[in-house]
């Protein structure tokens, strides 16, 4: 079950504050167009999600104890304690993971990208506001109706002055 093992319990916690973290990066880098935000957190993800498996020694003469760890963490470790064969484990998996977490930043940019505007006219997508004419005049839409001139009166003074309209 899930509460009866350590090990499943502190990775759903790794993964739920790894979601808190994922959505901090992206709100954080909101001052870049979308494409690279979109990449670079979505590398971050993978970096974080992908992972590598490890093995420590243990007390007893030539035993160890093999397990899987976030590849971050894996090449962290093997980093501090000079361990040439965990650091490089750890890193091809986290290159990997930053790798596809990019892909799946551009790949989530390609599907939620704006229509690109065609040169080719009117679609059949909706009426077109404007006639296929072959002047350059601008057009009005389609249902706009005929203008009307606004109703004058004339002041005291002789002069033509617009009326308002009051809410009573």
């Known amino acids: 079950m899930l509460f009866t093992g ?23 880098l909101s001052f870049l167009p979308r494409l690279p935000r979109l990449v670079l957190t979505w590398g971050v993800a993978g970096a974080m999600w992908i992972p590598a498996r490890f093995s420590l020694p243990l007390i007893e003469e030539n035993e160890f104890y093999t397990g899987w760890a976030p590849a971050a963490m894996v090449s962290a470790v093997g980093f501090l ?7 490089w484990g ?9 790798a596809l977490g990019a892909c799946a930043g551009v790949a989530l940019w390609w599907v939620r990208r704006p229509a690109a505007p065609t040169k ?9 506001n404007h006639d296929d ?8 839409p389609r249902n706009a109706g005929p203008k009307r001139a606004a109703p004058k009166t004339r002041s005291a003074g002789g002069d033509t002055k617009r009326r308002e309209p009051v809410i009573n």
């Open 6 to 28: 350590s090990m499943s319990l502190l990775w759903l916690s790794y993964y739920g504050v790894s979601l808190v973290v994922l959505l901090a990066v992206y709100f954080a």
């Open 90 to 98: 750890g890193l091809v998996w986290l290159l990997i993971g930053i």
């Open 133 to 140: 004419g072959d002047d350059d005049r601008p057009r009005a």
């Open 81 to 87: 304690e000079h361990s040439a064969s965990a650091l």
């Open 120 to 128: 080719r006219g009117p679609t059949k997508r909706g009426p077109s």
